[in-house]
């Protein structure tokens, strides 16, 4: 079992990527806008983090960015699962510091083959 942040500013898209983890046999920790997901990441050193790219506060890219540079959480994979699907954005994302990106829509599947793939040690 994995221990898994989902960072997004849509409650639906929370409770469906819980529901996915959950019947995955993962538990599955929400943090709606991205507030506070740095110290909660720091705090709680999750084996995953799912960052959703357009948020209202602040973006995902500049999440990913301050949690590349503390020292508590810059080896915690990081999955960007977000809209933004041209080979651009998924470009930047990587180069930003993500470990994987996943597009939406997306399957069960594929969610659970990113946490696998990022998660295994």
Known sequence: MAKIIVCDDSLAELKLVESVLS?????????????????????????????????P??????????????ETTKNIPVCILSSKQEPTDIEWGKRQGANDYLTKPYTSDALLGVVRNLTTK
């Open 57 to 70: 506060t602040r973006n995902g890219y500049e999440i990913l960015r301050k949690l590349r540079r503390d």
């Open 23 to 55: 019947a995955g046999g993962h538990q599955a920790i929400s943090c709606v806008n991205g507030d506070g997901v740095e110290a909660l990441a720091s705090s709680e050193q999750p084996d995953l983090i799912f960052l959703d790219v357009v948020m």
